[in-house]
């Protein structure tokens, strides 16, 4: 407490004027601190109104995804998706496309499982000449009992693109579907839309693309592309992208004369193994269903080696090293053995790794 003798020393004007420059720095960081803040929380906002096109809340209101292809009731394409066929050379996997295209448009009573609906379905086909896709035009014709109508089919285009190159190849299927609007697209032979099926960039932007071009037109697109020889698996990174990303990989492979057709990946339903053949009721030949080949009809070489190698029975993994020795890729002897377990041609024990065969009928 100050004296009625104290003074009070009051501060000199410098020490104010310092005080005060002080006071006006502070005010100043202050200002540009809460500007930089409001600079912050504005551009915070503009990223989250950029985001919001992505966003997915439990409240949306969304489209449910048409079926596009089904085969036997089982959804094997829907509006948005990607699907593949693959298989080995020669195992008629642009003969499958046309049993599921002619079926789809079918105006008789459809001859090979899938479900008609009638759509628009555009087919691009890139690596065959132009006789062979007039031939798959005139499959068409006959499988969709169109045949009398001079070779129209206003709910179908299909284009040839062998002479281009693959990035034209790809510029002009963007096109396309965008013009036509179709349901439905088949691309015969995706690999031919790069230089490089082995190139993981060029590989993963064609998929993408794909993928944005579905959902953009709410269509399903079904892919066909070979296997690795002595593999399942799709050829090139652009197989490998294309099965990560496909709602359905169907494989197809040669028993015989016959065609077998197997859900390699589901992420619906899986539809039942079934089987076809070519027959000849015009000159370009068209699929027909027909009945899975029986193991008497055709014995794979999984069940012959463990019969006549193994006397019945055997180690898994010995199996695989034998199928191995005959051509077999580690993947497809793995898959061929799972098969056959599947279908009951071989049978096997968890305890055990033992592979055998089954006891035979009564």
Not at 116 to 127: A, F, K, Y
Not at 285 to 299: D, F, N, T, Y
Request: with cysteine; hydrophobic share 40%; glycine share 6%.
């Amino acid at each position: 407490m100050l004296s009625e003798n104290s003074t009070i020393e009051l501060p000199t004007a410098a020490e104010l004027a310092e005080a005060n420059a002080v006071l006006a720095a502070l005010g100043q960081e202050y200002d540009e601190a809460l500007k930089a803040r409001q600079v912050e929380e504005q551009l915070r906002q503009l990223s989250l109104e950029e985001l919001r096109r992505y966003e997915v809340r439990a409240s949306d209101k969304l489209r449910e995804p048409k079926p596009v292809v089904a085969y036997r009731g089982k959804v094997i394409g829907s509006e948005g998706n990607l699907s593949a066929v693959v298989g080995e050379a020669k195992s008629k996997k642009s003969f499958l496309c046309t049993a599921i295209v002619g079926d789809t448009l079918a105006m008789v009573q459809p001859s090979n499982g899938f479900t008609p609906h009638l759509m628009r379905v555009l087919w691009i086909d890139t690596e065959q000449s132009l006789l062979h896709v007039r031939k798959i035009a005139r499959r068409l014709l006959y499988l969709t009992g169109m045949h009398d109508s001079q070779g129209e089919m206003p709910h179908l285009k299909l284009y040839a693109l062998r002479e281009e190159p693959p990035k034209e190849r790809m510029k002009i299927v963007r096109q396309a579907i965008e013009a036509f609007q179709p349901k439905l697209v088949v691309i015969d032979g995706i690999a031919d839309l790069q230089y490089n099926t082995n190139d993981l960039e060029e590989s993963e932007r064609i998929v993408t693309e794909l993928m944005a071009l579905s959902s953009i037109h709410h269509c399903h697109i079904l892919s066909v592309l070979h296997t690795n020889p002595n593999s399942d698996k799709a050829r090139g990174h652009v197989g490998s992208a294309l099965q990560r990303k496909a709602e359905t990989v169907l494989y197809v492979h040669k028993v015989g004369e016959r065609s077998v057709v197997e859900p390699q990946f589901c992420r619906n339903e899986p539809f039942d193994r079934f089987a076809f053949h070519i027959e000849n009721p015009i000159e370009e030949g068209i699929p027909v269903s027909v009945g899975l080949p029986s193991e008497e009809q055709h014995r794979p070489l999984e069940v012959e080696l463990l019969r006549d190698s193994f006397g019945g029975a055997v180690e898994r993994s010995v199996l695989i090293s034998k199928l191995r020795e005959r051509g077999c890729g580690e993947s497809m002897a793995k898959m061929r053995i799972s098969r056959a377990i599947q279908r009951g041609a071989l049978q096997f024990d968890e305890a055990t790794k033992i592979v055998s065969l089954p006891p035979d009928p009564e």
